[in-house]
């Protein structure tokens, strides 16, 4: 019987465990995506308790508390931080077999140092050591960036955004890469009337444009664009349902945005076409400065309305969308490649579903001009666990290919999250030395030592050009 957690926790062969070792367990990190507060980096944030770091925003560690039975007021209530924690711990075992119990005990064992299992009768010796750690210089936001190894960050940002944080980290002269991400979906969330004008009011002040057509609008949006592209950015984002890929026409799109501007609401088919519009023109913008556009699809949002409205969106209320995936993206993709206008890409997929229909289409659009130009992204948010990472990385080599796949982020906004890095480099070994030990792979430990490597790093480097 292997002991929980230890060196070679969910590496089954000797093969696996060569991979990892030798190739994947001392890879510098580049983190691609994820939601990491900036001003902590920017002010070295050091966390007054293990609360503060751990739980605070998590919404994965408060749907399991609220499924356990614990009451709101110990998740985002008003409960002291320790009842929190201690709420938490006493979670903790009826979460074996969730992902949350494997990246609790690597959380404690890294950074932390602790081996010990979590519960409520080790709660507070658990706490009161990680929270006294955290009070020392390498466990402050830099320092333990710098623990994990980690050279790039990429935070998700508004175009509206001033980047200040992003700017006094580079002045500082810190080591770690912190660079902004574009993600402009608020410019087209033409759905809500009163909140896209007091957007896009807002987007006119910050762009020094007064934003009364179209054109304007596209012209606010191009200089927040170049803006980020002068502070470092690369990449842009969107969260979305779907692709939107209607057919339209631009007096269609400039008389609908009169139309919103004048306080009137949109139907849905003009809702559709808008953002369909809106989608062509950024994805425009990131061919032309040599982006990677990104897109995670496929959730479905905010659903227990009684709750959202208590504690607002990103609190736990969230879940796996069934949205048509396969015409819009194709028809997207191909509008933008005909003109020769596509810009790297990297598709995220929710929905298990449509692995192999993402699998394929990634396929369509790759053109031997750059190596994955489009990409298939890891298992994301309810998919960043075990089963959901094979699934993915299964899909992807049956259908196109593993060894340009860019691997790993975190998606997290918690500076413990690192550790999941590791978890999916294991992941990979592990696939890989099952197929070699089961003579379906050759035993070429050289070149699956370097395509180890490359996915867990060397991949996203080259690609991304940081």
């Keep these: 019987m292997k002991k929980f957690l230890d060196k070679n926790f969910i590496l089954e062969n000797k093969t696996a465990e060569k991979l990892y070792h030798d190739h994947a367990a001392n890879m510098p990190i580049i983190d691609y995506h994820c939601h990491l507060p900036p001003e902590d980096i ?139 991400t574009f993600r402009p979906d608020r410019a087209m969330a033409v759905e809500d009337q009163e909140s896209f004008n007091a957007y896009i009011d807002k987007l006119g002040e910050v762009a020094n444009v007064d934003i009364t057509d179209f054109n304007q609008l596209i012209d606010a ?81 905010n659903n227990n309305s009684r709750m959202v409205n208590r504690l607002g969106p990103d609190t736990g209320f969230d879940s796996i969308g069934d949205f048509e995936m396969a015409r819009p993206i194709s028809r997207f993709l191909d509008e933008l490649d005909a003109e020769d206008q596509l810009a790297k890409t990297i598709i995220y997929n929710l929905n298990p579903r449509d692995n192999y229909l993402i699998g394929t289409m990634i396929g369509n659009f790759n053109d031997g001009s750059i190596a994955g130009k489009v990409n298939f992204g890891t298992g994301w948010w309810f998919l960043d666990q075990k089963e959901g990472m094979e699934m993915q990385m299964n899909a992807l080599s049956n259908l196109g290919l593993l060894s340009r796949f860019l691997g790993m982020l975190t998606d997290s906004r918690s500076f413990l999250s690192y550790p999941r890095h590791d978890y999916f480099r294991r992941i990979l070994c592990n696939l890989l030395g099952k197929d070699v030990e089961n003579g379906e792979l050759p035993n070429d430990l050289d070149w699956l030592g370097k395509m180890v490597e490359n996915i867990s790093y060397n991949n996203a480097k080259e690609f991304f050009k940081f």
């Design 221 to 301: 949006i191009k200089s927040r664009h170049d803006f980020f592209d002068a502070m470092g950015g690369k990449i842009s984002d969107h969260g979305l349902e779907q692709i939107y890929a209607e057919d339209f026409y631009e007096h269609e799109i400039r008389s609908i945005f009169n139309k919103i501007r004048n306080g009137h609401n949109l139907n849905s088919s003009e809702i559709l076409k808008f953002k369909s519009a809106m989608l062509i023109h950024f994805g425009i913008m990131d061919h032309e400065k040599g982006w990677t556009q990104q897109f995670h699809l496929g959730a479905l949002r």
């Design 42 to 180: 920017a002010s070295d944030r050091k966390f007054e308790n293990l609360t503060k770091i751990w739980l605070d925003g998590d919404h994965y560690k408060w749907r399991a508390m609220r499924t356990n039975g614990v009451d709101e007021k110990f998740i985002t209530g008003d409960a002291d931080d320790f009842t929190k924690f201690q709420k938490w711990s006493e979670t903790v075992p009826y979460t074996m077999r969730n992902p949350l119990y494997h990246w609790t005990h690597m959380e404690l064992q890294r950074p932390f140092g602790i081996q010990k299992i979590l519960n409520g009768n080790s709660a507070k010796e658990i706490y009161d050591s990680c929270s006294s750690m955290l009070q020392k210089d390498e466990f402050s936001c830099r320092g333990l960036l710098n623990q994990f190894k980690v050279e790039v960050v990429c935070t998700t940002d508004d175009p509206i955004d001033s980047l200040e944080h992003h700017k006094s980290i580079k002045e500082s002269g810190f080591n770690v890469k912190v660079l902004p």
